[in-house]
Nanobody
Framework: QVQLVESGGGLVQAGDSLRLSCAASGRTFTNYAMGWFRQAPGKEREFVAGISWNGAITYYPDYVKGRFTITRDNAKNMVYLQINSLKAEDTAVYYC?????????????????WGQGTQVTVSS
């Protein structure tokens, strides 16, 4: 059974940095792309970062580009999301997701397993 467990969220101040972690288990980690999404209250879940199976290709939507960095450690079955210069609008539940293929996708349709999420709250 595939399991994704996020950690690292919390209450931070605007301008701070945060690193989210996701521990994956249950299938061959290196066969699949990974992604991070977020969902704020009253809003749809949105894609914030994707990474290919070997970490060679990453993708960020314009609204987070330059502040978010996704990485993975295939030896540890871990994926990370570094968030710098946090803003109040980054407040959301952040979800780790495992892709359907080795190459990342830019929407929820490209992922078939999800974690439970970790709350990030940015106070201004």
């Amino acid at each position: 059974q595939v399991q994704l467990v996020e950690s690292g969220g919390g209450l931070v101040q605007a301008g701070d940095s945060l690193r989210l972690s996701c521990a994956a288990s249950g299938r061959t980690f290196t066969n699949y792309a990974m992604g991070w999404f977020r969902q704020a209250p009253g809003k749809e879940r949105e894609f914030v970062a994707g990474i290919s199976w070997n970490g060679a290709i990453t993708y960020y939507p314009d609204y987070v580009k330059g502040r978010f960095t996704i990485t993975r450690d295939n030896a540890k079955n871990m994926v990370y999301l570094q968030i710098n210069s946090l803003k109040a609008e980054d407040t959301a539940v952040y979800y780790c997701a495992s892709g359907r293929t080795a190459v990342h996708a830019k929407g929820p349709w490209g992922y078939d397993y999800w974690g439970q999420g970790t709350q990030v709250t940015v106070s201004s």
